[in-house]
């Protein structure tokens, strides 16, 4: 008797098959490198297939009490994942001839290999949702998640959450304020999440193919075996506000978080050559906090009249990370020194520190002449001290500036010339190294969001919105390798502004193949990632349904979407939209840009 309780079962099963064929040719005429390379007339030819069947289970239960100021909902579900993929593929070289471009051609064969893979997760999920007149409400929930990413012992992992809302408004002390102040509700949460590695098959001794011996194919282990990898587990409190003004034609989201991480799952950590392996899969090394807040401000019709309205819609959000505790091995094994070597920034994770930080040199410009001359060749590459005075000898001669002059880490020095890139000598000792690395800023924004209105018009409606990200850095990777003049890779135009003879004035240094430290990581290749982007326009219409009666039918709309309009930007590359890499720093290598695509539709209801 649905009078006196409400129960309901129901289940989902869905398929996720993908069958995958990829085939690619790298001809030699869009490369310089030579015949012996393994990219001339490179062909690949791959096939892949997966199947993913995932099923949900939701029972509910919703009793009714004789006091209508109570209200109780009772959930659980049940969810699997099964899932299996094989993947084969191919890849030759140095192919006789563009026209002969399959991987089975006569040519080098660089590579062949096979994959095959399974993995299988379940969720169970316990659910109570409670509420006193309707203003006092209360949620429980308890999740057990498993996954055979995990070892024995390992595999499951109990995740709880609760949150609290009181709704002020509805309180007879506040209800004077119901002209102005329509919403006012408070609610603080707490949760813990749980997030596996991105790999199966951890928790064995895995093995693979090295070389042969006699006419029988090589063995050799390819990990160290982790039983005891543990979930990496975030535990959340978040505290926020509902305010709504004017029967919610202004309505203001508050919310203020912390986080903290635990149990941090670090990839590809360096060990010691002696024990066998150069690295760990994974790890469980550290702990990290996340603290942010975000605002999201929506007004409803703004301005109105009979048969036109906007609405406006605007989000802002910070969000900073700060590592708390990690291993002395990750911090070593992530903390190496400078390698000395060209377009390498230095990378450092510190406790008390964001992931995100770029280090790297100050980059002051080029040396417009190879000798220095008092007064008339001042900017030469010589050394000074704190006070901006040539640095001379006891023969009176000035101090050459030199990079690495103690040799450190393997590395040959190189004395500076006119031409070369002048980086700044932080300590003042006439030597370019590790002691004048600086920070140069972080990966993460300021602040992000979007914003955008919605105009209607009777059956018409139009909606705009803008993404937007300020105070981040990007190190344009694609740039650095497009003007460094190092190889016979093609190069931009900004190298027809390089440095040629004494005495020009110029930010792009001299040409020098192969030689040189004219693209160190500095802040040259190191720029302001902000943007504002036209993310998307959607025109709406809906077939008025007196228009359709005649016709039976239920509903008719069409729209038309238009997708990343423009961007602006100050950013040199081809999108400052870039994702995080290694360490959280936004490295661009060029990746292609998001395609401007429109799409139209139609929908009708019978």
């Not at 048969?307 to 505790?325: A, E, G, H, Q």
């Not at 400078?338 to 790297?360: A, K, M, P």
């Not at 001359?373 to 006891?394: L, M, S, Y």
């Not at 069409?558 to 959280?584: A, K, M, Q």
Request: proline share 4%.
């Amino acid at each position: 008797d649905t009078s006196e309780q409400t129960l309901r079962y129901s289940m989902y099963v869905s398929f996720d098959i993908n069958n995958d064929k990829t085939t690619k040719f790298l001809p030699s005429d869009v490369l310089t490198d030579s015949w012996q390379s393994h990219h001339f007339n490179r062909s690949e030819s791959g096939d892949n297939e997966a199947t993913t069947i995932q099923t949900d289970n939701n029972i509910s239960w919703i009793p009714k009490f004789e006091n209508k100021d109570h209200n109780l909902l009772l959930y659980g579900s049940f969810q699997t994942t099964d899932g299996r993929s094989t993947y084969q593929g191919i890849v030759s070289s140095g192919l006789p001839s563009a026209d002969a471009d399959e991987p089975s051609s006569q040519g080098f064969l660089w590579a062949n290999y096979t994959n095959r893979s399974q993995w299988r997760s379940l969720g169970m999920m316990a659910r109570a949702h409670y509420s006193y007149k309707s203003r006092y409400v209360i949620s429980a929930t308890l999740r057990r998640d498993g996954s055979t990413k995990f070892g024995a012992g390992m595999k499951y992992g109990n995740f709880p959450g609760i949150s609290l809302k009181w709704i002020a408004t509805d309180e007879p002390f506040l209800q004077s304020t119901k002209s102005w102040l329509s919403m006012l509700a408070f609610r603080p949460g707490y949760g813990l999440a749980g997030n596996p590695p991105s790999f199966e098959y951890l928790h064995y001794s895995r093995y693979g193919d090295f070389g042969s011996y006699i006419d029988m194919t090589a063995q050799r282990p390819l990990s160290i075996r982790l039983d005891n990898l543990r979930w990496e587990t975030t535990s959340s409190f978040n505290y926020g506000a509902d305010i709504g003004f004017f029967q919610d034609k202004l309505v203001l989201d508050l919310n203020f978080y912390h986080k903290q991480t635990k149990d941090l799952l670090f990839p590809k950590v360096g060990i010691p050559n002696s024990s066998g392996f150069s690295e760990l899969s994974y790890q469980n090394a550290g702990i990290m906090n996340n603290d942010g807040w975000e605002v999201n401000l929506y007004g409803n019709k703004l301005y109105s009249t009979k048969n036109f309205s906007i609405d406006f819609r605007f989000n802002i959000s910070n969000s900073v990370n700060t590592i708390v505790d990690l291993k002395e091995s990750i911090l070593n094994s992530y903390n190496g020194d400078y390698d000395y070597e060209n377009g390498s920034y230095l990378t450092r994770i510190q406790e008390g520190n964001s992931f995100g930080s770029i280090y790297g040199f100050k980059y002051l410009g080029v040396y417009k002449y190879d000798k220095y001359k008092a007064g008339t060749q001042e900017d030469a590459p010589v050394a000074r001290n704190k006070n901006d005075k040539v640095i001379f000898d006891e023969n009176g001669e000035p101090l050459p500036m030199y990079f690495n002059f103690g040799e450190k880490n393997g590395g040959l020095p190189y004395e500076f010339r006119g031409g070369d890139a002048k980086y700044q000598d932080v300590n003042h000792d006439g030597n370019i190294d590790e002691l004048d690395i600086v920070y140069l800023g972080n990966s993460n924004p300021l602040f992000n969001g979007g914003f955008g209105p919605t105009l209607r018009y009777k059956s018409f409606s139009c909606t705009a919105f803008f993404n937007y990200r300020v105070g981040n850095k990007i190190v344009n990777a694609a740039r650095m390798v497009s003007e460094n003049m190092y190889s016979t890779n093609n190069q931009s135009i900004a190298t027809n502004w390089r440095w040629r003879k004494d005495g020009d004035d110029t930010v792009i240094p001299r040409a020098l193949y192969e030689y040189g430290k004219n693209w160190l990581g500095s802040d040259r290749f190191v720029e302001d990632g902000s943007f504002v982007r036209f993310k998307y326009l959607t025109f709406n219409y809906s077939v008025p349904k007196e228009k359709l009666k005649m016709f039976k039918i239920d509903k008719v709309n069409l729209y038309l979407t238009f997708n990343n309009l423009f961007v602006i930007t100050r950013y040199t590359g081809v999108d400052p939209e870039v994702n995080y890499g290694s360490l959280g720093v936004s490295k661009d290598w060029g990746q292609t840009p998001r395609s401007k695509d429109m799409t139209f539709g139609l929908t009708v209801g019978l």
